[in-house]
């Protein structure tokens, strides 16, 4: 079995560097999040983080690579809830747990970061997950490795419960759930303008994670689509997402 990749750490938590290396990657954090990565540098990210240049080129290189890792610290965490989440569930059904339980153990652990107190990782996620992966192919396939292990499990969990659907059309679903899902986190139901932040009381809407759960399933559960209305020359999915 694939184990999810991380990235490398310091062997100290908790020493003088590795606490200058999280009060980096924190403000760049905030920064990419608030102006985007086009606007911020690392002379900036140095001033701020009250760090030299030097420092941030020590524990990182380059912009880039800071970019990643800060994606990869917010991913890695949620990845494995995900993973923790579906085994759960799994083990609780013998095998067969409801689709509904499927679906949320895939989407909860991401919706925690529509909290307000986790915006700037809400941000990073987006940025990297959906501009870097279109805008530089090579970010894709850097991402397959970080998220084949979700990927497999998943699938394989579906399959098993959604057995009027072909192994491809469960694998083109799941890849749609991902890209639901980050639709809702890049318009949380907070944001000014969203259509879940008109002044209905929740507990006659239900939540966000409700709303997104009930719809997949659905999507899931919908008959498979008839041979002549298939595209026959897709393109691959994207081996990144949420």
């Given at each position: ?209 409700d709303h997104l759960i009930a719809f997949l399933v ?25």
């Amino acid at each position: 079995m694939n184990q999810i990749a991380r990235p490398k750490k310091l062997a100290v938590s908790g020493a003088p560097g590795e606490r200058a290396r999280s009060r980096i990657l924190d403000t760049a954090e905030d920064l990419f999040a608030r102006e985007g990565p086009a606007a911020v540098t690392l002379r900036s990210i140095a001033a701020a983080a009250q760090v030299n240049v030097a420092a941030v080129n020590y524990y990182f290189g380059s912009k880039e690579n800071l970019f990643e890792e800060m994606f990869l610290r917010r991913i890695i965490p949620l990845n494995e809830e995900r993973l923790t989440r579906l085994a759960d569930c799994v083990a609780r059904a013998n095998g067969a747990p409801p689709l509904e339980d499927i679906v949320a153990a895939y989407v909860l652990p991401a919706l925690r970061l529509t909290d307000a107190a986790s915006a700037s990782a809400r941000a990073i996620v987006v940025q990297y997950s959906l501009g870097r992966v279109l805008a530089m192919p090579e970010v894709n396939e850097k991402l397959a490795r970080y998220y084949a292990q979700v990927r497999e499990e998943f699938v394989a969990a579906l399959l098993r419960v959604l057995p009027h659907l072909a192994p491809h059309e469960v694998v083109w679903r799941y890849y749609w759930m991902g890209g639901s899902l980050m639709v809702a986190l890049a318009v949380p139901s907070a944001t000014p303008g969203s259509p879940l932040s008109a002044a209905t009381p929740p507990a006659a809407t239900g939540t966000m994670a409700d709303h997104l759960i009930a719809f997949l399933v659905q999507g899931f559960r919908a008959s498979p689509v008839p041979k002549r209305q298939r595209n026959p020359g897709g393109k691959k999915a994207a081996a990144g997402g949420i």
